[in-house]
């Protein structure tokens, strides 16, 4: 309670371990426990605050969904949303790069605590095409740091998130445009998703964040 208290004053890391793609840091900010790559917010942050304003667009209408695809597990601030702050009960297929991540997601974060959650240890861009299953609603938030990962600016990726959705299904596709280059991935994938789907629509969040809402 202490190091919550002191970290509305000034963040207080609690851990530190080296991930797939740089160090990753457990630490308290504003009372909040969260996890951090280098760079950027990697769950229970500003991220966590995207994905919150997101459900708060995609799920207000009709049946909530029953199976959900999580691409890019992090510390797991989207099965808290989904769970412990909307209460929704699908079944959550994620899939995560990082066994650095998933640990830290268990041992710091309660991630075990979650019902019907499968984590898969792998390449998202690769299992895309690899698992069979549909969702009613994907979602996807693979980064390397800031940066989108490798490949999922392609086509080919964006086709693979369509054959993984159910009939009227939905992908929610995180990105961040901090700088020029990072804006040309992010208007790549909202370019791809004009001709693999039907609807592109692109929700502004936290000043960096494009998220493209695509069915």
Same mark, same amino acid.
């Given at each position: ?5 002191? !970290? ?5 890391? #609690?851990?530190?371990? @080296?991930?797939?793609?740089? @160090? ?10 969260? /996890? *951090? ?21 995609? /799920?207000?209408?009709? !049946?909530?969904?029953? @199976?959900?695809?999580? /691409?890019?597990?992090?510390?797991? !601030?989207?099965?808290?949303? $989904?769970?412990?702050? +909307? ?19 268990? %041992?710091?974060?309660? +991630?075990?605590?979650?019902? %019907? $959650?499968? &984590?898969? $240890? ?15 609603? &994907? ?14 600016? !392609? ?7 369509? %054959?993984?959705?159910? #009939?009227?299904? $939905? &992908? ?7 700088? @020029? ?9 909202? %370019? ?7 609807? &592109? ?5 936290? #000043?960096? *964040? ?6």
């Amino acid at each position: 309670m202490l190091r919550r208290f002191i !970290s509305y004053f000034w963040p207080i890391a #609690e851990t530190r371990a @080296e991930g797939r793609h740089g @160090e990753l840091t457990v630490r308290w900010e504003a009372g909040t426990k969260v /996890l *951090n790559s280098v760079q950027g917010n990697q769950s229970f942050g500003a991220l966590h605050r995207v994905w919150q304003a997101v459900f708060a667009e995609v /799920l207000v209408q009709g !049946s909530p969904p029953r @199976e959900v695809l999580l /691409l890019g597990l992090g510390g797991g !601030s989207v099965p808290a949303i $989904l769970r412990d702050e +909307l209460g929704i009960a699908a079944r959550i297929t994620a899939i995560e790069l990082d066994p650095t991540m998933v640990q830290m997601a268990r %041992d710091h974060f309660a +991630l075990e605590r979650h019902q %019907d $959650l499968q &984590v898969i $240890l792998g390449d998202a861009t690769i299992q895309v095409h690899a698992i069979r299953q549909r969702f009613d609603l &994907v979602l996807v938030d693979l980064f390397d740091d800031l940066d989108l990962a490798r490949g999922v600016d !392609s086509r080919a990726f964006l086709h693979g998130l369509r %054959d993984r959705c159910a #009939e009227g299904g $939905l &992908v929610c596709f995180n990105t961040v445009a901090y700088d @020029e280059a990072s804006d040309r991935r992010c208007q790549a994938v909202h %370019d791809h998703g004009l001709t693999v789907f039907r609807r &592109v629509h692109e929700l502004r969040l936290e #000043e960096v *964040n494009r998220v493209f809402i695509l069915s």
